[in-house]
């Protein structure tokens, strides 16, 4: 069973920039911060596969060495156990559908 979580992925002020520490393992069913400088979200991978869904605005996903860009009404399906990072384009919404059960690790 998945679980759908609307974000809002904006640029933020480095003050107000919050990342978990490196090699952070997050609880099941975490939810990242969703809000970085320069809209650049934390290198990270999954131990299960989730979908991206982009309502409004874009972003890239640079993921096995590619950058896919991804406007709205696309979807990306991301492997479980790939190193991937988002980028945000422009400020967007979007619903990441992940299991309840999926943990996340981050990297610098």
């Known amino acids: 069973m998945a679980t759908v979580k609307p974000e809002t992925y904006s640029h933020v ?17 975490g939810q990242a911060n969703g809000r970085t400088s ?3 979200l934390p290198k990270h991978l999954a131990d299960q596969e989730s979908i991206v869904f982009v309502h409004e605005g874009e972003c890239i996903i640079h993921i096995n060495n590619a950058d896919v860009c991804l406007k709205p009404g696309e979807a990306y399906a991301v492997p479980a156990d ?3 990072q988002i980028k945000v384009i422009r400020d967007f919404r979007g619903i990441h559908i992940m299991p309840k059960e999926i943990q996340f690790t981050y990297f610098d």
């Open 13 to 29: 002020p480095d003050h107000q920039t919050q990342h978990p520490p490196p090699g952070h393992r997050r609880q099941p069913g």
């Open 38 to 40: 320069r809209g650049l």
């Open 82 to 84: 790939v190193v991937h």
